[in-house]
C-alpha cells in the first residue's frame, strides 16, 4: 500500500508542474510602474537605475514587481482589495486551523486514531486546502502538519500530547499501578471504589465543532488540561481520599444534599473537556487538590505513576487554577464563586490563613456585585449550558458559606468582617436547616458580635475610657446568653460527644464529623468570648464565671480534638481544629496561674494530662506529615505547661500559689519573647479596674509602659530604616509563618488588663 504522505506529494508536485510559467505582459510604451506605486497612484522612482525595487517598495516592505508579469496580489473579480494585514491574519487562521484538525479529532469520532473519515481522504483534502492558499504556502502548512502530528514542537507548544492521553480508550492506556497502601494499619475510614461509567472520562462536547476552547482563552484551557492527573490517577485518589465525598456537597445545603442535587462522588472523574469554560476545568482541579490534601498518610503516592510528588501535583493544580480564580472576566459565574470558595478552603487546610481570608473576601465583593448579598439572582448564572439546572448550587447557601468563613477566619487573625447583615440566620431562611446547620448561623452571627466587641475594647484603650470594662462585660455577658440559648435549642444528646468508627457507614461519619467540627467552634467561641476576663481580679467573684466557662470549655474542646485526630492524622482534615485546640490549651494553661476566691483546683492532674495527651496527638501529626504548623503549636503547648506543672507543685506543698514564674519566658514569631511573671498589688484598689495578680511583658525593643499584658507592634519593633526584618509578609505562606498570626490574635486579647 502506498504511503498516503507520497501521495499528497505527488499530487502537489503534479499539480505544480502542470502550471504555465508566468509570461511577460505588453505594456503600453513609457510605462515604467510597478504595480504597488501604480495602485497607489504615486510615481514609482528609485535611487538607481541599476535598482529592482523601487524606493516606495522598499519603505513599505512589499514585492517590486513590473508591470511586465502578472500581478499576484490582484484581487479576485468582484472582490474588493485586501490590506496587508488583513492577508497575512488570513493565511495565519487557516494555518492554526490545519493544526487543529491534524492534533484534535473530531468526538464524534471513535477513541484512537481512527475516524469516520479515512485517513488517506483526510490527507488529500488536507492538500487540497492547502493548493487554495495559493502559491507559496504548501511548504509553511506541511512543516506545521508535520511538526502537529508526531513529536514536534508545536504538539508540545500546544500541549496535546497530554489531551491525547485523556481520549485513549482503555485499551490504548496501558497498565496503571493502583494505590497499594502500606502495611501500618489506618484509622482513615475505607470508601467503596469509584465506578467510572464508560466514557466518563471526559463529558459531551458543547457545539464548537472540533472540541476547541474559544481562542481567547486557548492558552489558560491548555495549561489547566496538561496538569490533571491522568484518569486512572484520579480515580484511585477519590477512592482513598476521605474528602471526596464531602467535596461535592461544599456548595450545598444538608435539604439539598438529601434531595439529590450534589453531584455523585463519581463524578469528580469526569474532567471537563477542551471546549469547556476555563472555570469548569478550574473547578475540578480545585476538588482534586482538596481530594489530595486529604489522603491518609499511608497512601503509597508514588505508585500512580504521575511523574510529580504529591506536594508538587497539589502546588500545580492549586497555581494553575489561579489563571481562572484571578481573572476577573472568568469569575463572573456561579461556578467562578464556587471556586473561589474551594481555593479559599484550600489555603484554609493549608494553613496560609491570610491568603485565604483575601480569597473569601473577593469572593464576597464579587457576590454584592451580582446582588446576592440582596436577595437577587438574577446575576447568578452558570457559565455552562449544557449544566442541568436541577443540580445548579444556589445563591443563598453560596453566600452564607462565603460570609462564614470570612468570619471565622477574621475572628482567628483579628481582623474586620467583611460584612454586617444576619439575613442567613433569620427564621424564614433557617425554615429547612438542621438544627445543626441552625447552630452554625447562629455562630457565625456571634462571631461579628464578638469581634466588634473586641475592636471596641481596642478603641476605648486608645481614648482611655475609664467606663470600657463594665459596658464590654455587660456585652460580653449578653452574648453569652445567647450563645446559651443556641445551645439549649439543640435535640437530647446533641452535645454529647460523637464516636467515631471508620467501620460505620459514609453517612453516619457525616454526621458525626459535622456534629464535632460545629461543637469544637462552640466551644472555641466561649473561650474567646471571655478569656479577656478570666485572669481580671482574682480576688472578686465577679469574673469567676468567665473563667470557669473558659476552663470547661477548654476540657470539652480538646477531648473531642482528640477523639477527631484518632481518626483523621492528616494534618489537612479540617485543619480549623488544629487551631482551636491551641487556644484551648493555652487557655487552660493560663488559667492555672493563680486561684481565684474560693476556687479549687481539683481538675489540675486531669488538666495537665488532658493538655499533655493534645500535645503528644500534634506531635505525633507533625512526625508523620512533616506538618510546620504542628510543630510550632507543639512548642507553645510545651513552653505554657510548666504553668501547670509549677502549679501542681504549689498545691502539693500546699502553699496554694507560685511566685517562681519569672524565668517562664516563650517566643511569639514577629511578636516577641513573652514573660509571665507574678507580684502582688502594693495597694487595694477598688472597681474593675483593679491590678491582678499577673503582669507579662513583651521584652525587647521597644520597652512599653507597665501592664498585665503589652505588645510590641510590628511598625514599633524596628525604627525606620533600620534594615531589621522583624515584620512578614503580609500574605507569608504556612511554611515562613506557621501561625500565621492566630498567637498574637490571643495574646491581644490580654493586652490593656490592669
Same mark, same amino acid.
Not at 233 to 236: P, Q, R, S
Not at 294 to 304: E, G, I, R, V, Y
Given at each position: 500500500?502506498?504511503?498516503p ?6 499530487e ?6 502542470s502550471?504555465?510559467?508566468?509570461k511577460?505582459?505588453?505594456?503600453r ?5 510597478c504595480?504597488?506605486c ?15 525595487t ?5 519603505q ?6 513590473s508591470q511586465e508579469?502578472d500581478d ?17 491574519l ?6 492554526m486551523?490545519?493544526?487543529?484538525d ?11 486514531p481512527?475516524?469516520s ?14 493548493r487554495?492558499l ?22 508540545a ?7 491525547s492521553?485523556?481520549r ?6 496501558? +497498565? /496503571? *499501578?493502583?494505590? &497499594?497502601?502500606?502495611?501500618?494499619? =489506618? %484509622?482513615? #475510614?475505607t @470508601? ?5 461509567p !464508560?466514557?466518563?472520562?471526559?463529558q459531551?462536547l458543547?457545539?464548537?465543532g ?6 481567547k ?15 486512572p490517577?484520579?480515580?484511585?485518589i477519590?477512592?482513598?481520599s ?6 461535592p456537597?461544599?456548595c450545598y445545603?444538608?435539604?439539598?444534599r ?5 453531584? +455523585? /462522588? *463519581?463524578?469528580? &472523574?469526569?474532567?471537563?473537556?477542551? =471546549? %469547556?469554560? #476555563?472555570? @469548569? ?5 480545585? !476538588? ?5 490534601q ?11 505513576g504521575?511523574g510529580?510528588?504529591m506536594?508538587d501535583?497539589?502546588?500545580r493544580?492549586s497555581?494553575?487554577?489561579l489563571?481562572?480564580?484571578?481573572n ?23 494553613g ?15 457576590a454584592q456585585?451580582?446582588?446576592?448579598d440582596?436577595?437577587?439572582?438574577a446575576?447568578f ?8 439546572p ?5 445563591a443563598?447557601v453560596?453566600w452564607y458559606r ?34 445543626t446547620?441552625?447552630?452554625e ?11 466588634e466587641?473586641?475592636r ?14 463594665s ?5 460580653t455577658?449578653e452574648?453569652?446568653?445567647e450563645?446559651?440559648a443556641?445551645?439549649?435549642s439543640?435535640p437530647?444528646g446533641?452535645?454529647?460527644e460523637?464516636?467515631?468508627d ?12 459535622c ?13 474567646l ?5 478570666m485572669?481580671r481580679?482574682?480576688?472578686?467573684p465577679?469574673?469567676?464565671?468567665s ?10 474542646l480538646l ?12 494534618a ?11 487556644i484551648?490549651a ?9 486561684k ?10 486531669e488538666d495537665g ?8 496527638k ?18 507553645t503547648?510545651?513552653s505554657l505547661m510548666?504553668?501547670?506543672?509549677k502549679a501542681?507543685t504549689?498545691?502539693s506543698?500546699?502553699?496554694g ?12 514569631p ?7 511573671k ?13 491590678p ?7 521584652l525587647?525593643p ?18 525606620f530604616?533600620?534594615?531589621?526584618d522583624?515584620e512578614p509578609?503580609?500574605t ?8 500565621q498570626?492566630v498567637?498574637?490574635a490571643?495574646?491581644s486579647l ?5
Open positions: 500500500m502506498s504511503d504522505r507520497s501521495l499528497e506529494a505527488s502537489r508536485h503534479s499539480l505544480e508542474s502550471e504555465p510559467p508566468a511577460r505582459r505588453k505594456v510604451k513609457g510605462t515604467k510602474s504595480w504597488e501604480r495602485r497607489r497612484k504615486i510615481k514609482c522612482q528609485f535611487d538607481n537605475p541599476d535598482d529592482t523601487c524606493i516606495g517598495c522598499k513599505r516592505g512589499a514585492v517590486c514587481r508579469y499576484d496580489n490582484a484581487p479576485e473579480p468582484g472582490h474588493k482589495p485586501d490590506p496587508p494585514l488583513t492577508r497575512r488570513d493565511r495565519l487562521e487557516q494555518m486551523e490545519r493544526i487543529v491534524r492534533i484534535v479529532p473530531d468526538e464524534n469520532d471513535a477513541p484512537g481512527s475516524s473519515q479515512p485517513q488517506p481522504a483526510r490527507r488529500s483534502a488536507s492538500a487540497s486546502s492547502s487554495r495559493g502559491p507559496g504556502r504548501e511548504s509553511s502548512v506541511d512543516i506545521l502538519q508535520a511538526s502537529a502530528a508526531g513529536e514536534g514542537p508545536v504538539a507548544l500546544l500541549a496535546m500530547r497530554h489531551e492521553v485523556h485513549r480508550g482503555p485499551s490504548e492506556a496501558g +497498565p /496503571v *499501578s493502583t494505590p &497499594a497502601l502500606t502495611s501500618v494499619e =489506618s %484509622a482513615t #475510614p @470508601l467503596p471504589t469509584v465506578s467510572t !464508560q466514557g466518563a472520562g471526559t459531551p458543547a457545539s464548537t472540533r472540541g476547541m476552547p474559544s481562542p482563552h486557548f492558552w489558560v484551557c491548555t495549561a489547566l488540561r496538561s496538569i490533571i492527573p491522568p484518569q490517577a484520579i480515580e484511585a477519590i477512592a482513598a476521605p474528602g471526596a465525598p464531602y467535596v456537597a461544599i445545603s444538608n435539604a439539598e438529601q434531595g439529590g442535587k450534589v453531584e +455523585p /462522588v *463519581s463524578g469528580l &472523574a469526569i474532567i471537563p473537556p477542551m =471546549s %469547556a469554560n #476555563p472555570l @469548569l476545568l478550574a473547578k475540578r482541579a480545585l !476538588q482534586l487538590v482538596i481530594c489530595v486529604q489522603l491518609p498518610s499511608n497512601f503509597d503516592w508514588d505508585a500512580l504521575t510529580h510528588t506536594k501535583t497539589m502546588d493544580l497555581t494553575t487554577s489563571l481562572v480564580t484571578s476577573d472576566d472568568l469569575v463572573g459565574y456561579a461556578e467562578g464563586l464556587e471556586c473561589l470558595l474551594l481555593q479559599g478552603y484550600n489555603l484554609a487546610n493549608s496560609n490563613l491570610r491568603k485565604a481570608w483575601l480569597t473569601f473576601r473577593r469572593a464576597i465583593s464579587l456585585i451580582m446582588g446576592i440582596r436577595g437577587h439572582s446575576a448564572r452558570s457559565c455552562d449550558p449544557n449544566a442541568d436541577a443540580r445548579r448550587s444556589s443563598r453560596l462565603l460570609v462564614a468563613s470570612d468570619r471565622y477566619l477574621s475572628l482567628l487573625l483579628g481582623l474586620a468582617v467583611g460584612t454586617h447583615g444576619n439575613e442567613f440566620a433569620s427564621a424564614e431562611a433557617c425554615e429547612e436547616d438542621t438544627a446547620e441552625r447552630l448561623k447562629v455562630h457565625t452571627a456571634i462571631s461579628a458580635r464578638i469581634l466587641r473586641n471596641s475594647q481596642q478603641h476605648q484603650r486608645d481614648h482611655t475610657r475609664q467606663q470600657s470594662a459596658l464590654d462585660y455587660a456585652v455577658q452574648i453569652d446568653l450563645l446559651e443556641a445551645a439549649k439543640l437530647p446533641w452535645w454529647d460523637p464516636k467515631l471508620s467501620f460505620v457507614s459514609q453517612e453516619v461519619l457525616w454526621e458525626a464529623a456534629r464535632i467540627i460545629c461543637q469544637v467552634h462552640h466551644f472555641t467561641l466561649l473561650i468570648l471571655h478569656v479577656p476576663y485572669l481580679n482574682p480576688s472578686s465577679r469574673f469567676d464565671y473563667k470557669t466557662i473558659c476552663m470547661s470549655s477548654a476540657r470539652e477531648t473531642r480534638f482528640i477523639t477527631f485526630r484518632n481518626l483523621n492524622v492528616s489537612c482534615i479540617c485543619r480549623r481544629l488544629d487551631y482551636a485546640a491551641l484551648a493555652m487557655s487552660l494553661c493560663l488559667a492555672y496561674l493563680e481565684r476566691k474560693g476556687e479549687k483546683w481539683d481538675q489540675l492532674r494530662d488532658l493538655v499533655e495527651a493534645t500535645r503528644r500534634m506531635e505525633h501529626v507533625a512526625g508523620l506529615t512533616a506538618d510546620r504548623l504542628n510543630r510550632e503549636i507543639v512548642g503547648i510545651e510548666s504553668i501547670i506543672k501542681a504549689a498545691t506543698s500546699g502553699i500559689r507560685f511566685t517562681d514564674l519569672s524565668d517562664l519566658r516563650f517566643n511569639v514577629y511578636l516577641g519573647s513573652i514573660s509571665i507574678v507580684a502582688r498589688p502594693k495597694t487595694p484598689a477598688a472597681g474593675l479596674m483593679d491582678v495578680l499577673s503582669s507579662m511583658d513583651v525587647g521597644p520597652s512599653i509602659s507597665e501592664g498585665f499584658m503589652q505588645f510590641a507592634p510590628y511598625d514599633d519593633q524596628a525604627p530604616g533600620s534594615g531589621a522583624v509578609e503580609l507569608a505562606e504556612c511554611e515562613d509563618w506557621a501561625l498570626g498567637d498574637s490571643y495574646w490580654f493586652e490593656g488588663i490592669k
